[in-house]
């Protein structure tokens, strides 16, 4: 009832500055007469539309108003989602690895200056690339170190994860390949290659101060997993990554080419 009673109160304040704009526009000259008279029926005719609206429809605002409340609260959500991801170094995430292009991982390369690490069972999808042999080359005589790990062929968990994939295609079938395809850059010395026989849990692809990390989910090869995107800040995710990297690479077998 309140409510009702200051609603009708700022409806007749509203009309009466309407029709005080109108009959003073009739005492002035014709221009301030024009101006006056239009604002006057303006705030009449908004009045009326308001009022009728409110009674009959209900308020045209409400809508308005509740919208902006779940903006607001939406916005406020992805702040604070943004200020979290951004003290864990966290700067992109896509539902599938086969989401990136190729060529955004030709670039990662070419862009790292010191150090280019990945780990995998077999990473058989980026020596693919035309151009990827070549690149490496040029990045190892640049200076970057450049350190892959790979999974052991005949080794247990490889073995093992060969069987959850099921229909995905020979896990050391695939590692024979890339290491025959690495094999030039083996033979020159410009790449370190270990092998591990490791219950993974993710890829990891790093390069200089950003990584790329794909989870491992049961029985789905890499490339349909999920990819985050990583940079290094201080006591951020990039460091336990970085961490698992070398743990992996210290319990590891150095790749040792056969002589035929």
């Known amino acids: ?53 409110n009674h009959f429809v209900g308020s045209p605002i409400l809508p308005i108003i509740s919208s902006l409340q779940k903006l607001d609260l939406s ?48 990473i058989h999808f980026l020596p693919e690339h035309y151009e990827f042999n070549k690149l490496i080359e040029s ?17 247990y968990y490889i073995k093992a994860r060969n069987i959850e994939e099921k229909n995905e295609g020979s896990i050391p079938e695939r590692i024979e390949t890339t290491l025959a395809r690495l094999g030039p850059l083996i033979e020159q010395g410009l790449i ?31 490339a349909a997993a999920p990819l985050i995107n990583l940079k290094e800040i201080d006591k951020g995710i990039f460091e336990i990554y970085g961490q698992h990297f070398e ?3 210290s319990i590891s077998e150095e790749y040792v080419m056969s002589a035929d």
């Open 1 to 53: 009832m309140e409510k009702n009673k200051n609603e009708l109160l700022v409806y007749i304040v509203v009309v009466l500055l309407g029709v005080i704009a109108v009959v003073t526009g009739q005492f002035l000259g014709s221009t301030f007469k024009g101006i006056l008279t239009s604002i006057g029926t303006s705030v009449l005719a908004s009045a009326i539309i308001y009022f009728l609206l």
């Open 75 to 122: 916005l406020k959500e992805s702040v604070e989602l943004l200020n979290q991801t951004s003290k864990v170094g966290l700067v992109g995430i896509w539902s599938r690895r086969v989401s990136i292009d190729n060529e955004v991982w030709i670039k990662k390369i070419k862009e790292s200056k010191s150090k280019i690490d990945i780990l995998g069972y077999a």
């Open 139 to 155: 990045k190892s005589k640049e200076g970057c170190r450049i350190r892959f790990l790979l999974g052991k062929p005949d080794g």
């Open 192 to 222: 370190e290659i270990r092998l591990h026989d490791a219950p993974l849990y993710n890829s990891i692809y790093r390069f200089d101060s950003e990584m790329l990390v794909t989870p491992h989910l049961y029985g789905l090869r890499g």
């Open 247 to 249: 743990d992996i690479w």
